[in-house]
């Protein structure tokens, strides 16, 4: 194939203007917040109205916002107490800020295994990791597609476990009509740059559970309890708050929030339509109890039907410049150094010297779905400001690829 005789068109990019949605609304809650003269949300209303609002967008009691992702599952992880060396089951196919705060909190993240079809966890694969000393379970809904939560959340209750639900790809998603975030005990939010809904960084938590609140509350201001009788620092703990400036831009962008989402979910169902029949080429699978809201849109590529697989097609997809990933991330987080090299605080090796064995076995072949599905997943670029030209565009790429591929162009 040659260059001439592609055309291109240029993406909208959740890096820049042209893939998010920040205007007029943002400038003026960011002017209003400035002119105030009250950047810290400690005195200041935008944070505390984005935390209102947030919580009854999900129908919860508590939330929280918080300066990142990353923070927001350390405040989860933090609330849940762990002793040193507690372990807590997650995933390794997750950005490393869901990870970083379990061994923060002195705790060992013991991996699952995931359904190589969605890439998520499942409660047959916690379950085999379950032991005398697991704290938690955090369970990420890839991607934007929920996890199968009844199966886990009877699990959790059995074995009377809880689960933090990180929902930082999944605004908006829901499982049996209800919103992700609120199924477990604590579900978590980021507002990163390339979210469904950003202020750069930032982050939130929510939880219907009063104590667990109370714990996130202080864990973000420094274990600090304003406006008590007899106010201390009661525990260890960062300032981890949002400032005003971001607040007032969150507000502006939840507002746009269903938006972005009813929009993102359309554009996958077309999608979904222009790739059928494709050789060798599978769509998001989305169980009947949920509504995946494509924070990425994932296609999986069968290598015995399209010769180099995932990585073939995104070789080819470059010509379209459509800069694709496949593996989304290289390789399980468990292969990164901090968990093979044990690199923690000075030359301890702390939280690592309390494990188990069997917590910290980090092979790659103990975790075959996890292989598999890194293996086939091509992450494909996602955007509400896509437009049905974009859809296309892409899905003709797809298929373009995919048919130089197998040699019958
Ligand atoms: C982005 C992300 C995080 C971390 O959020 P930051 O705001 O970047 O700290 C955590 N978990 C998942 C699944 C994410 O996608």
């Known amino acids: 194939m040659t260059d001439t005789m592609v055309t291109k068109i240029k993406l909208p990019?959740?890096?820049?203007?042209s893939g998010r949605n920040l205007g007029?609304?943002?400038i003026a809650a960011v002017s209003e917040a400035i002119l105030s003269g009250t950047l810290t949300s400690t005195k200041g209303r935008f944070v505390k109205t984005l935390e209102?609002?947030?919580a009854e967008r999900l129908g919860v009691k508590h939330a929280f916002a918080c300066a990142s992702g990353s923070a927001a599952v350390h405040c989860a992880v933090a609330a849940i107490d762990p002793e040193p060396g507690d372990e807590i089951i997650t995933t390794s196919i997750t950005d490393m800020g869901a990870l970083a705060p379990i061994l923060y909190q002195g705790a060992i993240p013991v991996f699952a295994d995931v359904d190589p079809q969605t890439c998520n966890l499942t409660a047959k694969s916690?379950?085999?990791c379950i032991s005398e000393r697991t704290k938690a379970i955090v369970v990420t809904h890839l991607f934007g597609n929920p996890c199968e939560m009844d199966a886990i959340m009877r699990l959790s209750r059995e074995r009377n476990i809880p689960v933090i639900e990180d929902c930082a790809q999944a605004f908006g998603a829901t499982y049996e009509g209800k919103p992700v975030?609120?199924?477990g005990a604590i579900g978590t939010f980021s507002l990163q740059q390339g979210k469904h809904v950003t202020t750069g960084e930032g982050g939130l938590v929510v939880t219907n559970d009063d104590a667990l609140a109370r714990h996130m509350?202080?864990?973000?201001n420094k274990a600090w309890g304003y406006g008590d009788p007899k106010p201390d620092h009661y525990f260890l703990a960062l300032n981890y708050r949002m400032s005003e400036l971001c607040g007032a831009v969150a507000l502006a962008q939840l507002e746009k929030l269903d938006a972005v989402v009813r929009r993102r979910v359309e554009l996958a169902a077309d999608l979904d339509r222009r790739l059928q029949g494709i050789p060798g080429v599978s769509v998001p699978y989305v169980g009947p109890k949920s509504v995946h809201t494509y924070w990425k849109y994932c296609i999986r590529a069968d290598k015995s039907v399209v010769p180099e697989g995932v990585g073939g097609v995104a070789r080819l997809l470059r010509e379209y410049d459509i800069f694709t990933v496949p593996r989304y991330i290289e390789k399980p987080a468990f292969m990164c150094e901090v968990f093979q090299k044990q690199r923690t605080f000075g030359k301890s090796r702390f939280p690592f010297t309390l494990a188990r064995p069997e917590a910290i076995d980090y092979r790659p072949?103990?975790?075959p779905g996890t292989l598999e599905a890194l293996d086939g997943i091509l992450v494909i670029p996602w955007n509400d400001r896509f437009s049905e030209a974009d859809?296309?565009?892409?899905?003709?790429a797809i298929r373009n690829s995919v048919e130089t591929l197998r040699g019958d162009a």
């Open 52 to 54: 209102q609002r947030f």
């Open 181 to 183: 975030g609120t199924l």
């Open 24 to 26: 007029a609304e943002e």
């Open 365 to 367: 072949e103990r975790l």
């Open 13 to 17: 990019s959740d890096q820049d203007a």
């Open 126 to 128: 916690i379950e085999a």
């Open 391 to 396: 859809v296309r565009f892409i899905a003709d």
């Open 217 to 220: 509350y202080l864990f973000i």
